[in-house]
């Protein structure tokens, strides 16, 4: 892996204490069914689940367009999409597909709703990607893009220089760590219509977004970007500040929506 193709080699290779963390990090939980709203999924409803991971989110959107409708998650990871697969080997209103450069193989105007959730952040162009949704949605079709800006992260006890110097350092893991800020002015310059904007903030204060922590501590020392002792330090303090009561993790997620007109 190199620096400059890293922000897309990791998904493509992903050590196996990774996919651990992953399987814990993605699995469907009732915030989801919130996040998920300005979707607006209904029974028969035909979904891309882009960049599905695992696939837990697909299973749990195919729970609600049922069996008259069909969620069709994709990665380019192919153990991913294997995993996922198998998940859903008795419920016939999923299915997973590779993806290869950004080619999703479903036919023009096959969908109603694209999901893509934490994903733009990583791929090589963002217009590419929106343009290959546009050609996917049938006309009236909606797509919610979710995505980070990790300018706005807050971990405590670390405080804000340290925070951003950790994250400052775990950018290389992205191709554009800010796209948050930018998602409503891609899709209206991508052809999308009745763009809109929400923000929702979870705050954990129990500790379950340490893995990510962890996932970023691999990133930050990946290209020595930042000494491999500090991260140690860093990722000690906040593990103690969940047994002490002090630890608050943050990240506002970007919500944003869009209509293909008739």
């Keep these: 892996m190199t620096r400059t193709t890293f922000y897309t080699d990791h998904w493509q290779h992903i050590e196996d204490e990774r996919v651990t963390r992953y399987e814990q990090m993605f699995v469907w939980r009732d915030g989801h069914a919130v996040l998920l709203e300005p979707l607006d999924l209904r029974s028969g409803s035909h979904v891309l689940d882009f960049g599905c991971g695992p696939g837990f989110v697909s299973l749990g959107m195919a729970n609600i367009v049922g069996t008259t409708g069909h969620v069709h998650g994709v990665d380019l990871n192919k153990q991913f999409v294997l995993v996922a697969s198998e998940r859903a080997a008795e419920i016939p209103q999923v299915s997973f597909h590779p993806i290869e450069n950004g080619y999703v193989p479903l036919a023009d105007n096959s969908v109603d709703r694209v999901l893509c959730k934490n994903v733009l952040e990583y791929v090589p162009s963002v217009t590419s990607t929106l343009t290959e949704f546009r050609r996917l949605l049938a006309p009236g079709g909606r797509v919610l893009v979710i995505d980070s800006d990790w300018q706005f ?18 950018s290389v893991a992205f191709k554009t760590p800010e796209i948050g800020r930018t998602l409503r002015s ?12 929400q923000i929702q903030a979870g705050v954990d204060t129990t500790g379950g977004s340490l893995s ?51």
């Design 153 to 170: 992260v807050v971990v405590e006890p670390w405080g804000a220089e340290r925070t951003s110097q950790f994250f400052d350092a775990a």
């Design 186 to 197: 891609h899709l209206r310059n991508n052809g999308f219509e009745h763009v809109e904007v």
């Design 212 to 262: 990510v922590l962890r996932n970023m501590a691999s990133y930050a020392t990946e290209f020595d970007s930042m000494d491999a002792r500090e991260v140690d330090k860093l990722l000690t303090e906040a593990e103690n500040a969940v047994e002490t009561g002090e630890y608050l993790f943050s990240l506002p997620q970007f919500l944003v929506t869009g209509i293909i007109s008739n």
